[in-house]
T-cell receptor, first 107, second 115 residues
Framework: TQLLEQSPQFLSIQEGENLTVYCNSSSVFSSLQWYRQEPGEGPVLLVTVVTGGEVKKLKRLTFQFGDARKDSSLHITAAQPGDTGLYLCAGDYKLSFGAGTTVTVRA | GAGVSQSPSNKVTEKGKDVELRCDPISGHTALYWYRQSLGQGLEFLIYFQGNSAPDKSGLPSDRFSAERTGGSVSTLTIQRTQQEDSAVYLC?????????????FGPGTRLLVL
C-alpha cells in the first residue's frame, strides 16, 4: 500500500501538447517533492512545495500543492521530447514515494 | 566525482547467496539513505543514517537486510540469503543535512537480479 497515488501511470503525448500529472494521498504532508528519473539513473529533484496552495514554476513546469497538503499536480506546457522520463512525487523525510508516471513525448 | 556513486552497477546472484552493495555519498553530506525501486512500485524507503545517530531501520523488509555506514561516509547494504523477490534497483541518496526539505542527491543505483 502506497501513501501516495500517482495518475496516470503512463502518458504518451505529441511534442507541443500540454500534460498534467497528479499525486494524491489521504495523508497530510508537511511538504512534497517532485523528481524526474531517466533510465539508468537515480531520481533528480525538480521542486519542493511546502505551503498549502503553493504554486511554483520551473520554466515550462508548474507545480501546485493542494490547500489541504494532501495532493499535488505537475503541469507541463508545450512538452518537448526532453521532458520524457519517470515523474515521481514524494512526501516527508523518508520520502514516501508514489509509483510514478511514465511520460513519453513524441517528436 | 562530485556525485553519489554506487557499486556494482549490476549484480546477478543465485538464490541463497549473500550480496553487498556499496554507496559513496557526496563528501560532507551527513545524511545517507537507501531505497529499493521495483518495477511499478516506486521507491521504497529502507534505512537512513544521520551523522552519529542510531540509524532509522524502520523500512528494512526483513532481518536478512542490514546496512552499515563506516566513518560517517561510505555505506554498505547487505542482503543475506537472497530471494528472487529481492530483485530490484537499490538506490542510495545523500543530503547535506537530514530533513524533509533537504535536497537528496541520488546515485545511479545497483540493479540486483536474483536467479
Amino acid at each position: 500500500t502506497q501513501l501516495l497515488e500517482q495518475s496516470p501511470q503512463f502518458l504518451s503525448i505529441q511534442e507541443g501538447e500540454n500534460l498534467t500529472v497528479y499525486c494524491n494521498s489521504s495523508s497530510v504532508f508537511s511538504s512534497l517533492q517532485w523528481y524526474r528519473q531517466e533510465p539508468g539513473e537515480g531520481p533528480v529533484l525538480l521542486v519542493t512545495v511546502v505551503t498549502g496552495g503553493e504554486v511554483k514554476k520551473l520554466k515550462r513546469l508548474t507545480f501546485q500543492f493542494g490547500d489541504a497538503r494532501k495532493d499535488s499536480s505537475l503541469h507541463i506546457t508545450a512538452a518537448q521530447p526532453g521532458d520524457t522520463g519517470l515523474y515521481l512525487c514524494a512526501g516527508d523525510y523518508k520520502l514516501s514515494f508514489g509509483a510514478g508516471t511514465t511520460v513519453t513525448v513524441r517528436a | 566525482g562530485a556525485g553519489v556513486s554506487q557499486s556494482p552497477s549490476n549484480k546477478v546472484t543465485e538464490k541463497g547467496k549473500d550480496v553487498e552493495l556499496r554507496c559513496d555519498p557526496i563528501s560532507g553530506h551527513t545524511a545517507l539513505y537507501w531505497y529499493r525501486q521495483s518495477l511499478g512500485q516506486g521507491l521504497e524507503f529502507l534505512i537512513y543514517f544521520q551523522g552519529n545517530s542510531a540509524p532509522d531501520k524502520s523500512g528494512l523488509p526483513s532481518d536478512r537486510f542490514s546496512a552499515e555506514r563506516t566513518g560517517g561516509s561510505v555505506s554498505t547494504l547487505t542482503i543475506q540469503r537472497t530471494q528472487q523477490e529481492d530483485s530490484a534497483v537499490y538506490l542510495c541518496a545523500s543530503s547535506l543535512l537530514a530533513g524533509v526539505r533537504k535536497t537528496q542527491y541520488f546515485g545511479p543505483g545497483t540493479r540486483l537480479l536474483v536467479l
